[in-house]
């Protein structure tokens, strides 16, 4: 089976790094960008199985980003994870009605992270709604 591709849009090179790592780790392909620009372009070069979306990033946000994927066809059904330092409770209602199929606040549990994400590209079948 091949591995899956998890891009992941974050503009602290730190966090990115580290997150790069920690899912190469656990057996995927990782693509980056840093901004809203990157991530849209770097979405359609690489067409990644499941985006891991950061809301507060330059040249737009991280609604911005679920907005536009969405209305792409070739990209509209690729499942997106939204962290963010911003307030969930301002914050976790509005991305899961703009697409998001889960949304963790900052600083994230990677365990708990890979478990969701592992399950959404499982199928949906497999996904809990505990899990959002």
Known sequence: MAKKKILIVEDNDDVLR???IFFRAHNYVTVLASDAVSAISQAIKATPDLI???LGIPAGDGYLVMERLSNIDALASIPVVVFTAR???K???QCLEAGARAFFQKPVDHVELLSTIGQ???GPSRLRPSMI
């Open 91 to 93: 914050n976790k209602e």
């Open 120 to 122: 959404i590209l499982e």
């Open 18 to 20: 580290g997150l790069r």
């Open 52 to 54: 891991l979306l950061d």
């Open 87 to 89: 307030d969930e409770e």
